[in-house]
């Protein structure tokens, strides 16, 4: 099987490499200006050290060349420490303290007019006798006509030792830094993708029938995806309903002539038996495959989420209209706040032609209550009408048989909604009640609000 990557884990490790190469090159920008700061400030040292010496140049009436005062100021005082001056015009030599009886041999620069005009000063590099590299200032000027070249130099420490002296500082604070981005790159990500996982809860949601649509996006980009997923979900309620309403037909269709068949057929015109017995094997196929599609409709998740008070009340409300000369009195107990998973339709249907049957058989009152069992909710529909003798309980619901041939229907109504309440997993039942009636309790899985 592929590895696959997870959406999180490439936006991290593409924010960790790039802050990263942002941390080194930012790194390495930093040091050469500290660098390039570091060289600019000895410069200016060595220039005004120039300046000084050259303010300071004495040209004799013999043409010699001397010093008014002291230039050899700190660290230009210190022998051997790479700071020193020297002032060379017509063979003659002029050098600080720090120089001692050595020389400086500064590599040979360009000529430049403007340069020499000017006196302005230009870097170069070497060394001294003693083997230490050297930065150097040249300076070739006029002083009282006499042409000078002046010298100034620094160690080539000077410039590296601060340098690296900053990166002690500036590695630990870049170290720092780039932490603190992958750390805000991570909890970005975790922000930026928290719709999608929203979304996936939500989706799941839909899978438990908790909610039957998904709610607006709250980021923009997922508007189309929310759209279609909602587009998706509705065509498959369509769907559902039409293949549940096939099934419905089919099951209508095919029971009630093969039960009237079998109802048909007695001694008299089967005498041997066969035709009840092939029109039993019908009625099991019919029974086994409706079942088998029971099953797979219930796999496959059908995911409604109806308040039953409102739909009793409804059907109540017809009901008392349709029996209003009995004056049957409703003792109505179900409380608002139960939701089921039936579809609108189903649910009216299984309801009303129980609650139907109730008030066509109850002498004076019909009670209904709803309490919720685990993953259900049983709605109990009594009456206290003559009721039914236990013995025949089981065959109220063979589709097609009456016991009472006197009240108008069709012997379907309790089968029907036997057959709407086992597609959704539930049940009806049928028990007699302990004083006198009948007590229905109907069965549906429960939904979330």
């Not at 593409?14 to 920008?29: G, K, M, P, Q, W």
């Not at 010699?64 to 100021?73: P, Y």
């Not at 063979?398 to 041939?405: A, C, I, N, T």
């Not at 029907?416 to 039942?429: H, K, R, T, W």
């Amino acid at each position: 099987m592929r590895n696959q990557s997870t959406l999180a884990g490439r936006l991290i490790w593409f924010s960790v490499a790039y802050a990263s190469l942002a941390v080194i090159v930012t790194s390495l920008v930093l040091w050469f200006v500290i660098a390039g700061v570091v060289r600019e400030q000895v410069d200016q040292r060595l220039d005004l050290q120039i300046e000084t010496i050259r303010n300071a140049i004495v040209i004799g009436a013999d043409g010699g060349v001397g010093l008014r005062g002291s230039v050899d100021g700190p660290p230009f005082d210190r022998q051997g420490s790479g700071w020193y001056w020297q002032v060379e015009a017509k063979g003659q030599r002029l050098s600080s303290r720090s120089l001692g009886s050595e020389t400086i041999e500064s590599p040979p620069s360009p000529f430049d007019w403007r340069r020499l005009l000017t006196g302005t000063s230009q870097a170069a590099d070497g060394g001294d006798g003693r083997g230490g590299d050297l930065h150097f200032r040249v300076a070739r000027t006029f002083v009282g006509g006499t042409g000078l070249e002046i010298v100034a130099s620094a160690p080539s420490s000077a410039l590296s030792v601060p340098s690296k002296r900053a990166l002690v500082f500036l590695v630990p604070a870049m170290l720092i830094l780039g932490a603190c981005l992958i750390i805000g790159s991570v909890l970005q990500v975790r922000f930026g993708l928290s719709p999608l996982r929203r979304l996936s809860g939500q989706i799941a949601e839909i899978a438990t029938a908790q909610r039957s649509a998904l709610p607006p996006a709250q980021a923009a980009e997922l508007f189309p995806i929310v759209e279609e997923i909602n587009h998706l979900v509705e065509a498959n309620r369509l769907r559902l309903a039409q293949t549940r309403l096939q099934f419905a037909n089919l099951a209508h269709g095919l029971k009630t002539p093969v039960a009237s068949l079998g109802l048909a057929l007695n001694d008299d015109n089967d005498p041997s038996g066969a035709s009840r017995a092939l029109v039993a094997r019908i009625d099991r196929n019919i029974r086994h495959h409706l079942g088998r599609t029971r099953s797979s409709f219930a796999d496959a998740g059908h995911y409604f989420s109806i308040e039953l008070a409102p739909r009793i009340d409804d059907i109540l409300e017809m009901m008392s209209r349709i029996y209003a000369d009995r004056k049957i009195v409703i003792r109505n107990s179900v409380s608002s706040g139960t939701f089921l998973n039936c579809s609108p339709e189903d649910a009216d249907e299984i309801l009303a032609g129980i609650i139907d049957n109730a008030f066509k058989w109850a002498a004076s009152e019909v009670q209904i209550s709803s309490t919720i069992e685990q993953d259900n909710v049983a709605v109990v529909i009594a009456d206290d009408g003559p009721g039914i003798e236990e013995a025949f309980i089981g065959d109220v619901l063979f589709p097609g048989r009456r016991l009472d041939e006197t009240k108008p229907g069709d012997g379907f109504g309790l089968t029907i909604a036997a057959e709407l309440a086992e597609m959704y997993g539930g049940s009806v039942e049928l028990a007699v009640r302990q004083s006198h009636g009948l007590v229905v309790t109907i069965r549906l899985p429960v939904a979330m609000r």
